[in-house]
């Protein structure tokens, strides 16, 4: 005849099997773990337990959503062969817990001495809860030995066992080709439809971006300014998403969050370009006596906003939202260093001269494309995890093909004043007639050919060569070259990993078959960051000119000192036989 244990020390034996715990053989190695009467009595759970509570319940569902994972792996796996099992299938609720993640005896409920069913003088127990238990009970004297009693290889009768669900193994076979063959005659026709719409706007955009070429830089810096405006709201949509924690966002959102973003956008753009019209239009900006005090106080006056956004920021904090503000705040600042001051470069090489923007870009979409067509012609050995599509062999073979490229594209560009001359009007265009001292790197020389090498190629080609014509900037292209090659790729690799963190396709869907504007402007903001320092560093001439002079006279001179030193120029210029009538000059 059973007894029945104590309550509060009930443990089930099907529990234990589910844990995977070695039933005890000792009573050494048993601890009885007994309710003591204050833990009876219910007591308002507070905060924080409520708390962990909630995340114990998060990691339990995880745990058994993975053990549940697991099992019908092995089922699937064990379909095709003879099961020895005859209980295969997949348990509806699988527990899967850890000796830190199990909650204790006391919390976990007690069963009742009246669920108990016996069979043949063995004690059986109901269908084990799914709360772990920390240790197991110590059996009565005659529950020892009537388990003693039993056989080892005697299997114990369960008269309520586990729910089990049965996997035929018909629904586990593979689809008929009947039911299969919708859907791959559906694939190549939505490949084909892909492909020719990427193909449509990849001439859209090419087509799109030569007009603008030759309608004017005023046109080329409008296009980059849009291009940026994109960029940056793709990529600020992206806080959207996930919180820091990696919780959905709440659907009650800060009303002001959207509206700081845009404001610290227009005022970083504001104090950049600012920067940049004061620096390269200065013979007009001092010139107005309505935008020069703009222009000698545009940075105190960039501040100044730049403040007004920070307390609007401080100002619009929440409880309960903190964490989440503060991140978005250093989002955006992220987001305008990494897109604005790029576009901020791009737009100065533009006003540098046409080709430094222009040829750049065409040498990073040069080797885009042929790394595609070397990695689908014969490329094997992955590159990057980040990227499986991309090959060594496509990466290598688009190194030397954009050499090549660069050569020939350069040469054919540097030949334009229109596209190697500074601006100094964003009125003009393509047929506009401009001249300008070309920079000394556009100006072409003789190299002599070493004597033997001379011989050669005058027994090769069937004439006498003696020099070969060159020019500085074939060598600074060769530069831009290998770095759009070998570096600028890695701006690509760094926008999919960024999508693999937030685990989706594309960054937007702003031009139809390509993605996002992110997914095409990813490398050239890195191209156009390398171009600036370079020419800045090593080509760009500081020469004095008339607006340098006009800003210096204009801000560091009084009203009567500028007075004092016109008198000055037009004595000089009289005593040098050249006269001077300030009233028609002025008119």
Same mark, same amino acid.
């Given at each position: 005849?059973?007894?029945?244990?104590?309550?509060?020390?009930?443990?089930?034996?099907?529990?234990?099997?589910?844990?995977? !715990?070695?039933? $005890? %053989?000792?009573?050494? #190695?048993?601890?009885?773990?007994? *309710?003591? /009467?204050?833990?009876? +009595?219910?007591?308002?759970?507070?905060?924080?337990?409520?708390?962990?509570?909630?995340?114990?319940?998060?990691?339990?569902?995880?745990?058994?959503?993975?053990?549940?994972?697991?099992?019908?792996?092995?089922?699937?796996?064990?379909?095709?062969?003879?099961?020895?099992?005859?209980?295969?299938?997949?348990?509806?609720?699988?527990?899967?817990?850890?000796?830190?993640?199990?909650?204790?005896?006391?919390?976990?409920?007690?069963?009742?001495?009246?669920?108990?069913?016996?069979?043949?003088?063995? !004690?059986?127990? $109901? %269908?084990?809860?799914? #709360?772990?238990?920390?240790?197991? *009970?110590? /059996?009565?004297?005659? +529950?020892?030995?009537?388990?003693?009693?039993?056989?080892?290889?005697?299997?114990?009768?369960?008269?309520?066992?586990?729910?089990?669900?049965?996997?035929?193994?018909?629904?586990?076979?593979?689809?008929?080709?009947?039911?299969?063959?919708?859907?791959?005659?559906?694939?190549?026709?939505?490949?084909?439809?892909?492909?020719?719409?990427?193909?449509?706007?990849?001439?859209?955009?090419?087509?799109?971006?030569?007009?603008?070429?030759?309608?004017?830089?005023?046109?080329?810096?409008?296009?980059?300014?849009?291009?940026?405006?994109?960029?940056?709201?793709?990529?600020?949509?992206?806080?959207?998403?996930?919180?820091?924690?990696?919780?959905?966002?709440?659907?009650?959102?800060?009303?002001?969050?959207?509206?700081?973003?845009?404001?610290?956008?227009?005022?970083?753009?504001?104090?950049?370009?600012?920067?940049?019209?004061?620096?390269?239009?200065?013979?007009?900006?001092?010139?107005?006596?309505?935008?020069?005090?703009?222009?000698?106080?545009?940075?105190?006056?960039?501040?100044?906003?730049?403040?007004?956004?920070?307390?609007?920021?401080?100002?619009?904090?929440?409880?309960?939202?903190?964490?989440?503000?503060?991140?978005?705040?250093?989002?955006?600042?992220?987001?305008?260093?990494?897109?604005?001051?790029?576009?901020?470069?791009?737009?100065?090489?533009?006003?540098?001269?046409?080709?430094?923007?222009?040829?750049?870009?065409?040498?990073?979409?040069?080797?885009?494309?042929?790394?595609?067509?070397?990695?689908?012609?014969?490329?094997?050995?992955?590159?990057?995890?980040?990227?499986?599509?991309?090959?060594?062999?496509?990466?290598?073979?688009?190194?030397?093909?954009?050499?090549?490229?660069?050569?020939?594209?350069?040469?054919?560009?540097?030949?334009?004043?229109?596209?190697?001359?500074?601006?100094?009007?964003?009125?003009?265009?393509?047929?506009?007639?401009?001249?300008?001292?070309?920079?000394?790197?556009?100006?072409?020389?003789?190299?002599?050919?070493?004597?033997?090498?001379?011989?050669?190629?005058?027994?090769?080609?069937?004439?006498?060569?003696?020099?070969?014509?060159?020019?500085?900037?074939?060598?600074?292209?060769?530069?831009?070259?290998?770095?759009?090659?070998?570096?600028?790729?890695?701006?690509?690799?760094?926008?999919?990993?960024?999508?693999?963190?937030?685990?989706?396709?594309?960054?937007?869907?702003?031009?139809?078959?390509?993605?996002?504007?992110?997914?095409?402007?990813?490398?050239?903001?890195?191209?156009?960051?390398?171009?600036?320092?370079?020419?800045?560093?090593?080509?760009?001439?500081?020469?004095?000119?008339?607006?340098?002079?006009?800003?210096?006279?204009?801000?560091?001179?009084?009203?009567?000192?500028?007075?004092?030193?016109?008198?000055?120029?037009?004595?000089?210029?009289?005593?040098?036989?050249?006269?001077?009538?300030?009233?028609?000059?002025?008119?």
């Amino acid at each position: 005849m059973a007894t029945l244990q104590p309550k509060g020390s009930i443990i089930s034996r099907t529990s234990f099997a589910a844990l995977d !715990v070695e039933e $005890p %053989e000792s009573e050494e #190695e048993l601890e009885v773990v007994e *309710p003591s /009467p204050t833990e009876t +009595q219910p007591q308002k759970p507070s905060k924080t337990a409520l708390r962990k509570a909630a995340r114990a319940a998060r990691l339990e569902k995880k745990q058994q959503e993975r053990a549940a994972a697991k099992l019908r792996r092995e089922a699937s796996a064990s379909s095709s062969q003879p099961s020895h099992s005859p209980l295969l299938g997949t348990l509806e609720h699988p527990l899967e817990f850890s000796e830190t993640d199990s909650p204790s005896v006391d919390d976990a409920p007690l069963p009742d001495a009246d669920h108990l069913v016996t069979t043949n003088g063995h !004690v059986h127990h $109901p %269908e084990p809860k799914p #709360e772990p238990v920390a240790a197991p *009970p110590i /059996p009565e004297p005659n +529950q020892r030995e009537a388990k003693e009693d039993r056989p080892a290889t005697q299997p114990t009768p369960l008269v309520h066992q586990p729910k089990i669900l049965v996997v035929p193994p018909q629904q586990l076979a593979p689809q008929p080709a009947a039911t299969a063959a919708p859907a791959q005659s559906d694939n190549p026709e939505k490949k084909r439809q892909n492909i020719l719409t990427r193909t449509l706007w990849t001439f859209i955009m090419i087509g799109g971006f030569l007009a603008l070429l030759l309608l004017g830089h005023g046109y080329m810096i409008l296009l980059v300014m849009l291009c940026q405006t994109a960029v940056y709201r793709e990529v600020t949509a992206l806080f959207s998403i996930k919180t820091i924690d990696g919780e959905e966002s709440p659907r009650e959102k800060d009303p002001w969050s959207k509206t700081l973003n845009w404001y610290f956008f227009a005022v970083t753009n504001y104090y950049l370009y600012g920067e940049s019209i004061i620096y390269y239009f200065k013979h007009v900006v001092f010139a107005d006596a309505q935008l020069m005090p703009f222009a000698t106080n545009h940075r105190i006056i960039s501040f100044t906003l730049y403040i007004i956004g920070f307390v609007g920021f401080v100002m619009s904090l929440k409880k309960g939202y903190l964490r989440r503000q503060f991140g978005l705040f250093g989002w955006v600042h992220m987001s305008l260093m990494l897109i604005v001051v790029s576009g901020h470069f791009i737009i100065n090489n533009i006003l540098e001269g046409l080709i430094w923007f222009w040829v750049p870009a065409s040498l990073v979409i040069c080797n885009d494309v042929f790394a595609y067509v070397w990695g689908i012609t014969i490329g094997r050995t992955p590159l990057i995890k980040l990227s499986p599509k991309k090959t060594v062999e496509g990466f290598v073979g688009a190194f030397f093909s954009t050499m090549l490229f660069a050569i020939i594209w350069g040469t054919l560009f540097m030949r334009w004043q229109y596209m190697i001359c500074p601006v100094k009007d964003l009125g003009v265009n393509a047929w506009s007639d401009i001249k300008c001292d070309p920079n000394p790197v556009f100006i072409w020389r003789e190299w002599e050919i070493w004597a033997p090498l001379r011989v050669s190629l005058s027994g090769l080609l069937g004439r006498n060569i003696s020099t070969l014509p060159y020019t500085s900037y074939h060598f600074h292209v060769l530069v831009m070259g290998i770095f759009a090659s070998l570096v600028a790729p890695f701006g690509g690799f760094f926008a999919s990993g960024f999508k693999r963190a937030f685990n989706i396709k594309d960054f937007g869907h702003s031009i139809p078959g390509h993605g996002g504007m992110t997914d095409r402007m990813d490398c050239q903001f890195l191209m156009g960051v390398f171009t600036y320092v370079y020419y800045s560093s090593l080509i760009r001439e500081n020469r004095v000119t008339v607006g340098s002079v006009l800003q210096t006279v204009v801000s560091g001179l009084t009203v009567e000192e500028q007075i004092q030193l016109i008198k000055d120029l037009t004595r000089y210029l009289t005593s040098q036989g050249i006269p001077v009538d300030l009233c028609s000059s002025m008119k």
